[in-house]
């Protein structure tokens, strides 16, 4: 069956330091990938996603993302965090030929302290 | 501007008592979700609309109803609200060519006692 998993739920750290929000995914077959944030008491707002082609995507707010077959994995990235982007991030997996299916992983909560 | 609105934004409800949360979006698609968000469960969708009159369950459609009678609305109904439906609820939209970058409402915490 198709899912994702967050291993993290929470992530803690220092304003400044790199961060990295670990998720993968189980399909058979190609996949579309997305990474969805949600500030607090707001809705969710898409950061980044794959399609196809590059395997590194950028996204907003200075994130980006890296695509690996191999690993089954859409890692989150961002090389110094700021205190907004204290959030709860949500990776999410389609496919190209079943797009109304928009599955979502439990979630990370990033937390920055100062 | 562009935007999907829920009301309410907040209710606090008894055993039974049915009600209808609505959902509404400016932007003409037409696409249309609703979900479930709960502690260490993430997203769960409960109900989706790819047009007008055409609504399919989601993964956890148990104890909940939609309507798709307009483009723009899509309102979700509680019959019989039990406790295990105290949640926070998120009304999504997109384009039905790119229904994977969903817009969302702000969200419903609704709370049944």
């Known amino acids: 069956a198709q899912s994702v998993t967050q291993l993290d739920s929470q992530v803690p750290v220092f304003e400044e330091a790199p961060v990295e929000l670990r998720c993968n995914y189980s399909?058979?077959?190609?996949?579309?990938l997305f990474w969805y944030v949600q500030y607090p008491n707001q809705g969710l707002q898409l950061l980044l996603k794959?399609?196809?082609?590059?395997?590194l995507v950028k996204g907003i707010n200075g994130f980006e993302a890296e695509f690996n077959k191999s690993q089954t994995s859409f890692h989150l990235r961002k090389p110094s965090v700021h205190i907004s982007d204290t959030a709860e991030y949500f990776c999410?997996?389609?496919?190209?030929?079943?797009?109304?299916?928009?599955?979502f992983g439990t979630g990370t909560r990033l937390q920055v302290f100062p | 501007e562009a935007q999907v609105t829920q009301n309410p934004r907040y209710l606090i409800t008894v055993t039974g008592k049915k009600l209808t949360v609505t959902c509404s979006q400016n932007?003409?698609?037409?696409?249309m979700s609703w979900y479930r968000q709960d502690p260490g469960l993430g997203l769960r969708q409960i109900y989706y609309?790819?047009?007008?009159?055409?609504?399919d369950k989601g993964d956890v459609p148990e104890g909940y109803k939609v309507s798709r009678k307009e483009k723009r609305n899509f309102p979700l109904i509680l019959e019989s609200p039990s406790p295990n439906q105290t949640s926070l609820y998120f009304c999504?939209?997109?384009?039905?060519?790119?229904?994977?970058?969903?817009?969302f409402g702000p969200g419903t915490r609704l709370t049944v006692t």
């Open positions: 932007m003409n698609h037409e696409y």
């Open positions: 609309s790819m047009n007008v009159e055409v609504t």
């Open positions: 399909s058979s077959v190609s996949v579309y």
């Open positions: 999504a939209s997109s384009l039905r060519s790119q229904n994977y970058e969903q817009y």
């Open positions: 999410a997996v389609s496919w190209p030929y079943n797009t109304d299916k928009l599955i």
């Open positions: 794959y399609l196809s082609g590059s395997t």
